[in-house]
Nanobody, 120 residues
Framework: QVQLVESGGGLVQPGGSLRLSCAAS????????MGWYRQAPGKQREWVAH???????HYVASVKGRFTISRDNAQKTMYLQMNSLTPEDTAVYYC??????????????WGQGTQVAVSS
């Protein structure tokens, strides 16, 4: 069974940056398609980005050019570098393992989430 643990959330001012990490255990990480979701207060959970096992990446339009998803297979860790943060990025961010086909992604396993708050 795959376990996913996020870290790196916190409070940041608008325009600032954060890097989220997701450490995976169980299974063969290099074969995983991985992704990030987020859920803002009072809103539905939304897909943010995903990275396939062969490192193709896709992003929701609202974060394209500001967020970068990456992975380190040796460390069994996925990252989300978030730059130029705005209050609209405030949410709980969830790491997932799932199934990717091009720009389509279906999550199967979820982490517990990490809170990101963007406020002055």
């Amino acid at each position: 069974q795959v376990q996913l643990v996020e870290s790196g959330g916190g409070l940041v001012q608008p325009g600032g940056s954060l890097r989220l990490s997701c450490a995976a255990s169980g299974g063969i990480f290099s074969t995983f398609d991985m992704g990030w979701y987020r859920q803002a207060p009072g809103k539905q959970r939304e897909w943010v980005a995903h990275i396939s096992a062969d490192e193709y990446t896709h992003y929701v339009a609202s974060v394209k050019g500001r967020f970068t998803i990456s992975r380190d297979n040796a460390q069994k860790t996925m990252y989300l570098q978030m730059n130029s943060l705005t209050p609209e990025d405030t949410a709980v961010y969830y790491c997932t393992r799932g199934y990717a086909r091009g720009n389509l992604y279906r999550p199967n396993d979820w982490g517990q989430g990490t809170q990101v708050a963007v406020s002055s």
